[in-house]
């Protein structure tokens, strides 16, 4: 099985005027392709830092990152910006959907910046939209939509560009547990029927028992192993 993602003893360091922030301390693991993992720890273990260098938006201090096979520390900002475009679809917390913007225009926005033709980027981004059950959609606005269908347009979107990687960042924390159920039974299908990458940050131990594999990070390392999980997509109740 090919590996997607290689940390090897990566540190990042910050510096902020004199003090030093360590925010990764020489953190190493393997994610392979087809993967359902989530890497979970509190506010300011590294697990966001993590996250940056997997979605290639910066470099390690010391180690090395490699994403899809490439080594990151000495690409120019145009090669991680092409990376990026072509391995890593971004889910995030707060969707950071365009308000101006339909749904359709939304998700076909990807493929914009990759030079799609627009007939292309209209049919692919439908596709991209029926996989998450909003064809019914398509001509709202974001302020017309609840939290868990302006998630799914966010993972459309991620999704247009038929990327290796899904990245998550927190994405059921502004979501009540029903509507977060439903995004990560969407997040098991798209790995198990694209064999998409799916990799969500988290700081919930529901969603790390959610997932096939759940790395634990805290104060900039790794910490308790490595967790076999249900890998069943659904939310485990609170308290379990």
Do not use: W
Not at 57 to 72: A, F, H
Not at 139 to 146: D, F, I, N, Q
């Amino acid at each position: 099985m090919k590996t997607v993602v290689r940390l090897e003893n990566v540190v990042k360091t910050y510096f902020m005027g004199e003090n030093q922030v360590h925010a990764l301390q020489g953190v190493s693991f393997n994610i392979e392709q087809g993967e359902f993992i989530s890497i979970m720890g509190p506010s300011g273990s590294g697990k966001s830092t993590c996250m940056n260098m997997i979605g290639c938006l910066d470099r390690p201090t010391s180690g090395i990152v490699e994403i899809n096979g490439k080594l990151t520390a000495k690409m120019t900002e145009k090669e991680l910006a092409a990376l990026r475009s072509h391995t890593v679809g971004f889910i995030f917390q707060q969707y950071h959907l365009i308000p101006s913007m339909n749904v359709l225009e939304n998700v076909m926005l990807p493929l914009k910046y990759q030079k799609v033709e627009k007939s292309e980027r209209i049919e692919r981004a439908k596709i991209a939209l029926e996989a998450v059950g909003l064809t019914d959609r398509i001509k709202h606005r974001p302020h017309e939509l609840s939290g868990g269908q302006k998630q799914r347009v966010a993972i459309a979107r991620a999704m247009v560009t038929n990327p290796k990687i899904l990245l998550a960042d927190e994405p059921t924390g502004a979501l009540d547990s029903e509507t977060g159920n439903q995004v990560m039974e969407l997040f098991r299908k798209i790995n198990e029927e694209s064999k998409t990458t799916v990799i969500i940050v988290t700081h919930d131990p529901r969603i790390g028992a959610a997932t096939k594999r759940c790395i634990k990070i805290l104060d900039g390392r790794l910490c308790g192993g490595e967790e076999d999980s249900t890998g069943k997509g659904n939310l485990p109740e609170a308290g379990v």
